[in-house]
């Protein structure tokens, strides 16, 4: 089942709070429960890809975060 528009909210926070302590546990954007598994798939420069699973209920998630283009100054 794919998160729900405000799961999915949740979600890229709490990735956000992950990348700054990676050791913190972190609860499941669905049912709250600790232990969310969070593995950086990333292929930067170009999009961050964040695996995601929750053995409590099931959650098995694959988020895209977009990067935008390299931006080169006009000198």
């Known amino acids: 089942?794919?998160?729900?528009?405000?799961?999915?909210?949740?979600?890229?926070?709490r990735i956000t709070a992950w990348r700054v302590d990676p050791?913190?546990?972190?609860?499941?954007?669905?049912?709250e429960a600790d232990g969310l598994v969070i593995i950086d798939r990333s292929a930067r420069p170009y999009a961050e890809w964040y695996a995601l699973s929750c053995a409590a209920c099931g959650l098995d998630e694959t988020l895209n975060v977009?990067?935008?283009a390299p931006h080169h100054g006009l000198d």
Request: proline share 16%; hydrophobic share 30%; with cysteine.
């Open 1 to 13: 089942m794919p998160l729900t528009p405000e799961a999915t909210q949740e979600a890229y926070r």
């Open 23 to 31: 050791m913190q546990s972190v609860k499941c954007p669905t049912c």
């Open 66 to 68: 977009p990067m935008s």
